[in-house]
């Protein structure tokens, strides 16, 4: 009986050690639905524009994906690759939409970026992204997201993106 006493307290201070930001940040935008791997380029001259295609990969099917936009504030140019998880998705087209998102950047050579990106259907990306170039930005950042559903492929969600996207 002594022996259950002792680990309990062990066993809650293991529990709060794991219990990370990141899995409360995955847990507040509910359960991953789909994933995403994409690559951008970004150019700015005070105003920005973002342009890039990536695949949605949802429900055993990926789809290629079309993406536009920009933000504001930032000299410079960049490409990034990233994936992104996707929560909250039921339907296909609820992807299709602009989303908005506050993003900070500051690459000289090679950088690292984090983001989440949401729609007015609900739909959240959480990214991670590689950027590469030399570029310097703070903006709230526009991009809209158009699926090509005629050009569907059936396949499995890859364990990490490879790049170049197909």
Request: with cysteine; charged share 15%.
């Amino acid at each position: 009986m002594r022996a259950a006493y002792l680990s309990a307290p062990f066993i809650l201070a293991a529990g709060l050690l794991l219990d990370t930001p990141a899995a409360w940040a995955a847990d507040a935008l509910g359960q991953p639905t789909a994933r995403l791997c994409f690559s951008l380029r970004d150019v700015a001259l005070a105003g920005g524009y973002s342009w890039g295609r990536g695949r949605l990969y949802f429900a055993g099917h990926s789809y290629p994906v079309r993406i536009t936009g920009g933000g504001a504030v930032g000299i410079g140019y960049s490409r990034l690759r990233g994936e992104g998880t996707v929560y909250n998705l039921a339907r296909l087209s609820d992807i299709n939409g602009t989303y908005w998102s506050v993003r900070a950047e500051a690459t000289i050579a090679r950088g690292r970026n984090v983001a989440v990106l949401d729609n007015n259907h609900g739909v959240d990306i959480k990214t991670t992204m590689h950027t590469s170039g030399a570029h310097l930005a703070a903006a709230v950042m526009r991009l809209t997201l158009r699926v090509d559903p005629g050009s569907e492929r059936m396949e499995a969600t890859p364990a990490t993106c490879t790049f170049p996207l197909h």
